[in-house]
T-cell receptor, first 112, second 115 residues
Framework: QKEVEQNSGPLSVPEGAIASLNCTYS??????FFWYRQYSGKSPELIMS????GDKEDGRFTAQLNKASQYVSLLIRDSQPSDSATYLC????????????FGPGTRLSVLP | NAGVMQNPRHLVRRRGQEARLRCSPM?????VYWYRQLPEEGLKFMVY????????ESGMPKERFSAEFPKEGPSILRIQQVVRGDSAAYFC?????????????FGPGTRLTVT
């Protein structure tokens, strides 16, 4: 059973701080990794994808991937109250569009 | 470039009726995924389709649920004889074929309420 685990949260950080969201996965052969943001009552929105070890930066967001440790994280710099949402980690086990698994999500609350 | 479209956005059905949920993928996308999300719970994969083919339906209940993605027109998720436990948000996502990674883009969802 392929699994994706995330910090249960809720994670609370003050405005302006760095929020760190973590995700681990069970299959060492996993190929692609994704972070989504979901506001309450809305659909998931893709933030970033990453498939090579190391860091990938996009604005205030940085995704970090360590395949040896089966670990992917999302850092949000200068957190804003508008970042308060549930963050979903998704893992694609292969490169054929199949075998996606979403983690349960971590609820982030950025306090003004 | 229009995003993923789903309709209806809200659907109310009485127990025993049929529910039909429609999804039009993003332009140029030929892969469609359906997910179900119960309140305060995570996304649960249901089915993955390409044009005229069901690739993976391992997450879809074997009874009452079916999905299709015809050559022309939207993908349809059909729930027959709905029960209260079917009340949930149903999301459709689409992705392009070829290349990596297979980034999925979600539609706004259909909120199904069974009374």
């Amino acid at each position: 059973q392929k699994e994706v685990e995330q910090n249960s949260g809720p994670l609370s950080v003050p405005e302006g701080a760095i929020a760190s969201l973590n995700c681990t996965y069970s299959d060492r052969g996993s190929q692609s990794f994704f972070w989504y943001r979901q506001y309450s009552g809305k659909s998931p929105e893709l933030i970033m994808s990453i498939y090579s070890n190391g860091d990938k930066e996009d604005g205030r967001f940085t995704a970090q991937l360590n395949k040896a440790s089966q670990y992917v994280s999302l850092l949000i710099r200068d957190s804003q109250p508008s970042d308060s949402a549930t963050y979903l980690c998704a893992v694609n086990w292969d490169n054929y569009g199949q075998n996606f698994v979403f983690g349960p999500g971590t609820r982030l609350s950025v306090l003004p | 470039n229009a995003g993923v479209m789903q309709n209806p956005r809200h659907l109310v059905r009485r127990r025993g009726q049929e529910a039909r949920l429609r999804c039009s993928p993003m332009k140029g996308h030929s892969h469609v995924y359906w997910y179900r999300q119960l309140p305060e719970e995570g996304l649960k994969f249901m089915v993955y389709l390409q044009k005229e083919n069901i690739i993976d339906e391992s997450g879809m209940p074997k009874e009452r649920f079916s999905a299709e993605f015809p050559k022309e027109g939207p993908s349809i998720l059909r729930i027959q004889q709905v029960v209260r436990g079917d009340s949930a948000a149903y999301f459709c996502a689409s992705s392009a074929s070829g290349g990596t990674p297979y980034e999925q883009y979600f539609g706004p969802g259909t909120r199904l309420t069974v009374t």
